[in-house]
């Protein structure tokens, strides 16, 4: 089976900008969650899809969305861009009971 | 409400030496416990899970880890470390019956001395 999928791998965006990550699933799975990584935050949970349904969120505000499609496959985006957005942003796909399955992230740099 | 602490951001061991990384857990409900493995601009590999089994579980890359209850603990060992050990590890609780939400700890960074 291919791994989860994010594109694209490295970004730079402006203050003041939008952005949209893709995150493709392994095949079958049907929950898509997303993570932000910061060195002085560590893993922030910022919501999970589940059949094209968020069925949970975490504590961010409302320039981060997100969507999954009927395939699966889940994109996220980010409004109004701050340089304190700069992260790495991780998805993961599962199945209700097994493991996550991290893609390889991708590199946001706000300037 | 969930939550995992790790004790120690930063751990040295030398080649060869025990590796002991800890990890204790909050949870209301019986956890669902893991611990996965950083490598630099990589994502997460899982090493090893608890689904409520066998309390010694043991994972990838000789890694275990044992849950102990009465002490909320869920520590990662490895007998010898190697030097490709060298990585962030996250140990991470869920509770599948809200959602595939995982709570990650600070992370631990294993540095391994030649």
């Known amino acids: 089976k291919a791994g989860v999928t994010q594109t694209p791998r490295y970004l730079i965006k402006t203050r003041g900008q939008q952005v949209t990550l893709s995150c493709s699933p392994i095949?079958?799975?049907?929950?898509v969650s997303w993570y932000q990584q910061t060195p002085g935050q560590g893993l922030q949970f910022l919501f999970e899809?589940?059949?094209?349904?968020?069925?949970n969120k975490g504590n961010f505000p409302g320039r981060f969305s997100g969507r999954q499609f009927s395939n699966s496959r889940s994109e996220m985006n980010v409004s109004t861009l701050e340089l304190g957005d700069s992260a790495l942003y991780l998805c993961?796909?599962?199945?209700?009971?097994?493991?996550?399955?991290f893609g390889q992230g991708t590199r946001l740099t706000v300037v | 409400a969930q939550s995992v602490t790790q004790l120690g951001s930063h751990v040295s061991v030398s080649e060869g030496a025990l590796v002991l990384l800890r990890c204790n857990y909050s949870?209301?409900?019986?956890?669902?416990l893991f611990w996965y493995v950083q490598y630099p601009n990589q994502g997460l590999q899982l090493l090893l899970k608890?689904?409520?089994?066998?309390?010694l579980v043991k994972g990838i890359n000789g890694f275990e880890a044992e849950f102990k209850k009465s002490e909320t603990s869920f520590h990662l060992t490895k007998p010898s470390a190697h030097m490709s050990d060298a990585a962030e590890y996250f140990c991470?609780?869920?509770?599948?019956?809200?959602?595939?939400?995982?709570?990650f700890g600070t992370g631990t960074s294993l540095t391994v001395i030649p």
């Open positions: 899809y589940f059949s094209e349904t968020q069925r």
């Open positions: 991470a609780v869920s509770d599948w019956d809200t959602g595939n939400q995982f709570y």
């Open positions: 095949s079958g799975h049907r929950s």
């Open positions: 993961a796909s599962s199945e209700p009971g097994q493991q996550a399955f």
């Open positions: 608890y689904t409520s089994a066998a309390t």
């Open positions: 949870s209301s409900v019986p956890p669902y």
